[in-house]
């Protein structure tokens, strides 16, 4: 399975696509530029080792390329991202959305927040997308400067919430191929109007405490993963 991050030159697009070409995953970082993509990706592969698969193009071509699609873009030039690569998105893809709508897209401190249109960034990216595309949105409590200490291990878990379970699995896998990161299904795509402002209240938290890596765990149960279905 190809996985296209689209946002792979930013800080935690390319923290992802290490963690990810470490852990075998074909990886490939989208870019506005096919040359910057294709730079990304050989400092990529230089942190991630020998053997990690990880190329670079534009944000087009990766898209593409790919049966899965992470988005990982400030909110400021989300709808411009996903309007460049609808037509290139692949019949059935799963799109996985890790936007935040932080006010900072216009002026004001990061840990607050805006409400679009649509009540969510992930909302607001279905809507600008083809029907066929399965979106999935996520990865909002992982912070992005915990990703790029890359010989230190994750901690917390990866909420996932959206209205495909099987595209929730696909996004899980990926997060389980991450030493010591879980996954758990959130409910529907609604719910992103929750989960996208948990990262604001991390960067709140980060700012209160002098910390960077502040994140969510739940608990409850020793795994998560896909729900057992119900009788």
Same mark, same amino acid.
């Given at each position: 399975m190809s996985v296209a991050i689209i946002g792979g030159t930013g800080d935690e697009g390319f923290g992802l696509a290490v963690r990810l070409g470490r852990a075998g995953v074909e990886v490939v970082i989208g870019s506005r530029s096919e040359e910057r993509g294709a730079a990304s990706a050989e400092k990529a592969r230089g942190v991630a080792g020998a053997g990690a698969s990880i190329e670079g193009t534009s944000n087009e071509a990766a898209a593409s390329g790919s049966d899965v699609v992470m988005v990982t873009v400030p909110f400021g030039g989300q709808a411009e991202?996903? *309007?460049?690569?609808?037509?290139? &998105? *692949?019949?059935?893809a799963v799109v996985c959305d890790a936007t935040s709508p932080l006010a900072s897209a216009v002026? *004001? @401190? !990061?840990w607050q927040v805006l409400t679009p249109w649509?009540?969510?960034?992930?909302?607001?990216a279905k809507a600008i997308m083809p029907a066929h595309v399965r979106m999935v949105s996520g990865f909002h409590t992982i912070s992005a400067e915990a990703l790029h200490e890359f010989d230190r291990p994750m901690e917390g878990d990866v909420l996932l919430c959206g209205g495909d379970a099987k595209a929730k !699995?696909?996004?899980?896998?990926? &997060?389980?191929?991450? @030493?010591?990161? *879980?996954? &758990?299904d959130a409910g529907p795509l609604s719910l992103a109007r929750i989960l996208e402002r948990l990262t604001a209240l991390m960067i709140g938290v980060n700012r209160a405490y002098g910390t960077k890596d502040a994140g969510i765990k739940m608990i409850g149960r020793d795994s998560w993963g896909a729900p057992e279905p119900r009788p």
């Open positions: 991202i996903y *309007r460049s690569i609808k037509d290139s &998105v *692949r019949q059935g002026g *004001r @401190p !990061a649509e009540g969510s960034a992930a909302e607001q !699995a696909t996004i899980g896998e990926l &997060v389980e191929r991450i @030493p010591d990161l *879980r996954w &758990v």
